[in-house]
């Protein structure tokens, strides 16, 4: 079921880089102007990020699949009829449709919970990766006239009953608290299956606790994130423009011509003095406007150097 909620928020994800693909922004690096990209391609990413944990929550169900019934009491089958392990595997098989197995060694897979500790760990990556996103939404959508402003979330409630007007990133908060939650549950597995003794690991009962509640938090986070915020986003593509063709950032693909050292100086100038790369580039006469327009003149191009 988590699988199957994390498919449905990345087409919530891809839906909307399909309908941003044509709009240009600022990427950025360490919250600092870097490089013009697409809110497509930021999108994209998310819905890319979303796709590969899926893929490593299939790569470990089948670890969930190895039983070590009729072990018994330390594993050593004592007790047991012979053949029993393997009917009565079959047997839950049939009942559950789940391709369960016999463990390969009955002893060791009494004792050690290790398996636990990889499925948390991996949920622990959709909590984190989902955090991350989460993150993002909420400081691309700052403002509305003194931040970011370059999505607007939907309104999903009064933001605060001082400020009129104000509305808050509610619906990726509510993911960022899930994904701390399972960080903590990650913590309890680790810790219980740890804390095994010899032949037997008395803490399964809190492992097992720790990832359905995780499980259940994250797939109901999924569905929240994408009905209730993704599908509704909408972009500000004059704010977004407008920072492009203002940004110290697009001295970057002036460098080659420049070299290193002139572009610096073009872009401290810029900043120093608040004008556009361009105006800086025709004051100090580094290249002429039909150099610069076919570097800089369109900068679609600069998105996709290579077409």
Same mark, same amino acid.
Request: aromatic share 4%; proline share 5%; hydrophobic share 45%.
């Given at each position: 079921? $988590?699988?199957?909620?994390?498919?449905? *928020? /990345?087409?919530?994800?891809? %839906?909307?880089?399909?309908? #941003?693909?044509? !709009?240009?922004?600022?990427?950025?690096?360490?919250?600092?102007?870097?490089?013009?990209?697409?809110?497509?391609?930021?999108?994209?990413?998310?819905?890319?990020?979303?796709?590969?944990?899926?893929?490593?929550?299939?790569?470990?169900?089948?670890?969930?699949?190895?039983?070590?019934?009729?072990?018994?009491?330390?594993?050593?089958?004592?007790?047991?009829?012979?053949?029993?392990?393997?009917?009565?595997?079959?047997?839950?098989?049939?009942?559950?449709?789940?391709?369960?197995?016999?463990?390969?060694?009955?002893?060791?897979?009494?004792?050690?919970?290790?398996?636990?500790?990889?499925?948390?760990?991996?949920?622990?990556?959709?909590?984190?990766? $989902?955090?991350?996103?989460?993150?993002? *939404? /909420?400081?691309?959508?700052? %403002?509305?006239?003194?931040? #970011?402003?370059? !999505?607007?979330?939907?309104?999903?409630?009064?933001?605060?009953?001082?400020?009129?007007?104000?509305?808050?990133?509610?619906?990726?908060?509510?993911?960022?608290?899930?994904?701390?939650?399972?960080?903590?549950?990650?913590?309890?597995?680790?810790?219980?299956?740890?804390?095994?003794?010899?032949?037997?690991?008395?803490?399964?009962?809190?492992?097992?606790?720790?990832?359905?509640?995780?499980?259940?938090?994250?797939?109901?986070?999924?569905?929240?994130?994408?009905?209730?915020?993704?599908?509704?986003?909408?972009?500000?593509?004059?704010?977004?423009?407008?920072?492009?063709?203002?940004?110290?950032?697009?001295?970057?693909?002036?460098?080659?011509? $420049?070299?290193?050292?002139?572009?610096?100086?073009?872009?401290?100038?810029?900043?120093?003095?608040?004008?556009?790369?361009?105006?800086?580039?025709?004051?100090?006469?580094?290249?002429?406007?039909?150099?610069?327009?076919?570097?800089?003149?369109?900068?679609?191009?600069?998105?996709?150097?290579?077409?």
């Amino acid at each position: 079921e $988590l699988v199957t909620a994390m498919a449905h *928020l /990345r087409g919530a994800f891809g %839906g909307k880089a399909e309908e #941003f693909k044509d !709009i240009i922004k600022m990427g950025r690096t360490q919250l600092q102007d870097a490089v013009p990209m697409t809110l497509g391609m930021e999108f994209a990413t998310f819905a890319r990020m979303t796709m590969e944990d899926e893929d490593r929550l299939r790569d470990v169900i089948p670890l969930l699949c190895e039983i070590n019934i009729g072990g018994t009491a330390i594993g050593t089958q004592l007790n047991a009829p012979k053949g029993y392990s393997a009917l009565a595997c079959q047997n839950l098989s049939k009942l559950t449709g789940i391709p369960f197995v016999v463990a390969e060694d009955m002893v060791e897979a009494t004792q050690d919970a290790g398996v636990f500790v990889m499925v948390s760990g991996v949920l622990k990556r959709v909590a984190v990766k $989902l955090s991350k996103t989460s993150n993002d *939404l /909420r400081l691309l959508s700052s %403002g509305p006239r003194a931040g #970011f402003g370059e !999505i607007n979330l939907p309104p999903r409630q009064a933001g605060s009953s001082i400020m009129p007007g104000k509305v808050n990133p509610v619906i990726p908060e509510v993911v960022n608290q899930v994904a701390f939650a399972m960080i903590g549950y990650d913590i309890t597995v680790t810790m219980a299956a740890e804390a095994g003794q010899l032949q037997l690991n008395a803490f399964e009962p809190i492992m097992c606790r720790a990832l359905m509640m995780g499980i259940t938090q994250l797939r109901q986070a999924c569905y929240v994130l994408a009905d209730l915020c993704v599908k509704d986003i909408t972009a500000n593509v004059p704010k977004m423009r407008r920072d492009v063709e203002r940004s110290i950032g697009l001295v970057t693909a002036l460098s080659p011509m $420049l070299g290193y050292e002139n572009a610096t100086a073009v872009a401290q100038k810029a900043q120093a003095e608040d004008k556009t790369v361009r105006q800086v580039v025709q004051e100090l006469a580094l290249m002429s406007e039909a150099e610069f327009e076919a570097i800089l003149g369109d900068v679609d191009k600069l998105v996709r150097p290579n077409g």
